[in-house]
Every structure is written in structure tokens, then in C-alpha cells.
């Protein structure tokens, strides 16, 4: 287990961009329709998230404390890299 943080942004922005600009999708296409359940903006329900705002850090989408409080305390504090 390892810490990739940002790093898997340029990649992930790339092949959506990819996909865009081969018409397979579109900034404006809600994310439930990608992933096939309903995906709301937190703070705003009955908002669908699209693929626009979470390219903008616009979808209110936070991250969780365990994650932060866990495993990246623990990944963090480990002396051999585990």
C-alpha cells in the first residue's frame, strides 16, 4: 500500500479528455449515468454531479477522515516504505 496523492489526476485527465474528444462523452453528462447509480452533489441534493464540475473541483465532493486519519498516518509514519 502506497501514497500515489495527485499523482493519478494527469492520467485520469487525459484518458477522459480522450474520451471527449472522441465523442464517447461529455462535460456535461451526469456522473450517475456514467457509473449507473445516483451520485448527488452533497450539499445541493437532486444536483447530478457532471463530469465538468469534478474536472473544476466544483462537484462539493470532500474527503473522508478515515482516509486521512488511517492510512495516511499510517502509510506516513512507516519506516520501510509499507
Request: with cysteine; charged share 15%; net charge negative.
Amino acid at each position: 500500500m502506497f501514497r500515489i496523492a495527485s499523482v493519478s489526476k494527469s492520467f485520469s485527465s487525459v484518458a477522459l479528455l480522450q474520451l471527449l474528444e472522441q465523442k464517447k462523452l461529455s462535460l456535461n453528462q451526469s456522473l450517475s449515468s456514467i457509473f449507473g447509480y445516483k451520485i448527488e452533489n452533497p450539499f445541493f441534493p437532486g444536483q447530478d454531479i457532471t463530469i465538468e464540475m469534478i474536472l473544476s473541483h466544483q462537484s462539493s465532493l470532500i474527503e473522508c477522515d478515515p482516509y486521512y486519519s488511517d492510512f495516511l498516518a499510517a502509510t506516513y509514519n512507516a519506516k520501510d516504505g509499507t
